[in-house]
């Protein structure tokens, strides 16, 4: 058994992971607005309701920059009084078992290749897709972290009047068409055709993006998740459109394009740090 943390500005989620299966799960609001102290005593507090003597280890994905081998979370964007917190050394103190940290982005990306959508491929690309843009790479069926746990930070790559994050993500929509990405997409589904094209556009930047993944990259899978993903089939015909200027037809035609079908994949990836690093 393992236990899995799925620390976000909004929420905190555990879960407790026995297999492939997450048996028990709690989740709170995160006090994202108090003290590191606070925010640190919500984690253990909510992770010490479904501990026992089975879990062999705590793993946990943050939206921020990891020093993984030290266990130390920098500047986390929506959590403002965390700007340098040893988390691995709360949790392995608190709890006396291994705990092993990284970005959430990277976690998704693992927990795909362990228990969702791209198990039978060993070169993959997790994209996340939602208030910002995320991305995890997994390299011959092994996380690539880079320094940090910073590799594959291509969101904030320069693009147009900005980066592909403004362009890639729910701000897209509320900057450029004072909407939100989901009533946008109710919108798209009842046939507006305003709506419509404003999913078109995204598609088309979202391919521009995707194709300075694939000159980067070449992954066999690219898997797409975040709040966004589900929206895939309003986009997914615009964004191939523009995949169609990659100058290596070739290789596109062999990378497979999927979504995020687990549940709780931000959990899962999380456990799965523990049976990467304890195998």
Sequence with gaps: MKI????GGTNIRVGLVDGNDIIVKK????????PAEEVLDCIGNLIAEIINSDVKGIGIGVPSAVDVEK???????????????????YLEKRFGVPAFLNNDANCFALGEVTYGACRDFSDVVGVTLGTGVGMGIIVNGQLYN???ASAGEMG???????????YCSSSFFTRCYDITGKEAATRANEGDKEALEIWDAFGTHLGKFITAVLYAYAPEAIVFGGSIAAAYPLFEKSMKHELG???????LSR???????AGDIAILGAAALVDAQLK
């Design 245 to 251: 200027n990659y100058l290596y037809p070739a290789t």
């Design 4 to 7: 899995g943390v799925d620390l």
């Design 27 to 34: 989740s709170v609001p995160c006090p994202a607005q108090q």
């Design 255 to 261: 990378i497979k394009f999927t979504t995020s079908t």
């Design 146 to 148: 880079g320094v940090n």
């Design 156 to 166: 904030a790559i320069p693009y147009l009047d900005s980066d592909y994050e403004h």
């Design 71 to 89: 266990g130390i979370v920098y500047n986390v964007v929506n959590i403002p009084s965390w700007k340098e917190v040893h988390l691995k050394e």
